[in-house]
C-alpha cells in the first residue's frame, strides 16, 4: 500500500485500499489543511465531518490577528 510520502497520491491510495463499503462507513475525518488533504478527502469520502487540526486553524488566526495589528499601528 505504501503512503510514507506525504502527497495527494498516497493518500488516494489508502482510500483505494479501504475500497467503497469501508470509505462509505467512515463519520469523521481529521487532517491539516494541506490542500492535497482537502482535495482528496473532499472527494473520497464526502459523507464524512471533516475537522481541521487546531495547530492550524489557530495558526491561521494567530497570522491574520498580527496582520491586523501591524495594520492599525501607528507609523
Not at 13 to 28: A, M, P, W
Request: proline residues 1%; neutral net charge.
Amino acid at each position: 500500500m505504501g503512503g510514507q510520502e506525504r502527497t495527494e497520491q498516497s493518500l488516494r491510495g489508502f482510500f483505494e485500499y479501504l475500497g467503497e463499503t469501508e470509505r462509505r462507513s467512515i463519520r469523521f475525518v481529521c487532517s491539516d489543511m494541506w490542500q492535497a488533504y482537502l482535495k482528496v478527502i473532499a472527494e473520497q469520502v464526502k459523507q464524512a465531518v471533516h475537522v481541521l487540526d487546531r495547530f492550524h486553524i489557530m495558526k491561521k488566526m494567530n497570522e491574520a490577528i498580527d496582520e491586523v495589528r501591524r495594520s492599525e499601528a501607528p507609523v
